[in-house]
């Protein structure tokens, strides 16, 4: 009679953990979620210089949060079961919804890519720091600041990537400089596109976005700041650039 209430309780209490064994694991785990914290945060401080959305609390949570899930998926299944892998494998689907996420989709043009894939790297860097492989884990993490900080600027100077940029020109004359920026627009075989304008006093403000190539950025901005039309150019950076 006392059969069910027994079974009941053990599947109450499926873990049972006692103050050793926890304390080997909490020692065996407080170097492996450090490291993560720190690789996870370096790469972190690259992404929040270049204002992305993912900065250093995302990468260095997600990167401890998989190595601590890396850690338990063998602690709970224990020595001698054969699917000790078996939290650490649902890591990746998890990491896809932050990523997918991340991918924005505006203006007929994908942004985000590059900070998916930064989160899908930094999760397997995670799990690395939680498995002890602590060299390998290092490696991946040069390797990715150098691929984010020198791939980014190598793809830039030789023009294989494009990228927005704003602009913003300010004058007296507001038709005058939509001629002159049409006119640029067309010379460079671009079309311009939605044009926000703005009148502050007796200052008018016209803005638009170009996705482009470094020299023709450059081509495009010398073309402008030769206009009479516009008194002063500025470019800002787009907050929507992956």
Known sequence: MMVAPQIAAALSLPFNFGAIEQTLVSNEAVGRLLLACVLGGIVGIERELQRRAAGVRTNLLICMGCAFFTLLSGVLAGDNSPNRGQVAANIVQGIGFLGAGL????????????SAAGVFVVASIGMACGAGLYGPAIIATVIVVLSLVLVGSLERRINLKIYPQLYEAR???ATGM???????????KERLGTVDRNTIGTL????????ATKKQHERLLARLGAEPSIDVLKIFHDPEED
Do not use: Q
């Open 171 to 173: 004058g007296s004359d």
């Open 204 to 211: 008018e403000r016209i803005s638009f976005t170009l996705t």
């Open 103 to 114: 991918i924005i989709h505006n203006r007929s043009r994908v942004s985000g890519f590059a």
């Open 178 to 188: 939509l001629l002159s920026i049409l006119d640029a627009m067309d010379k460079e």
